[in-house]
């Protein structure tokens, strides 16, 4: 119970400032909003992990 508001809370804020930062906060939502629907415990920290490696390889990619 703890775990989940303080990523609520917390965390969430946190690595939502930093994919702002990186440019995919889009990304980031939109996995937050899948991992939450299937109820994955820490949803906050595998969105993130997911949205940067996406945004990455789509940039490298087209480099």
Same mark, same amino acid.
């Given at each position: /119970?703890?775990? #989940?508001?303080?990523?609520?809370?917390?965390?969430? %804020?946190?690595? #939502?400032?930093?994919?702002? #930062? +990186? +440019?995919?906060?889009? &990304?980031? %939502? @939109? =996995?937050?909003?899948?991992?939450?629907? @299937? =109820? =994955?415990? &820490?949803?906050? #920290?595998?969105?993130?992990? %997911?949205?940067?490696?996406?945004? /990455?390889? =789509?940039?490298?990619?087209?480099?």
């Amino acid at each position: /119970m703890f775990n #989940r508001w303080f990523e609520k809370a917390f965390l969430e %804020d946190r690595y #939502r400032y930093l994919a702002r #930062r +990186g +440019g995919f906060e889009e &990304g980031f %939502d @939109q =996995k937050l909003a899948h991992f939450r629907e @299937q =109820k =994955k415990y &820490g949803a906050v #920290r595998l969105a993130y992990a %997911d949205a940067r490696y996406e945004y /990455m390889h =789509k940039k490298l990619r087209s480099e």
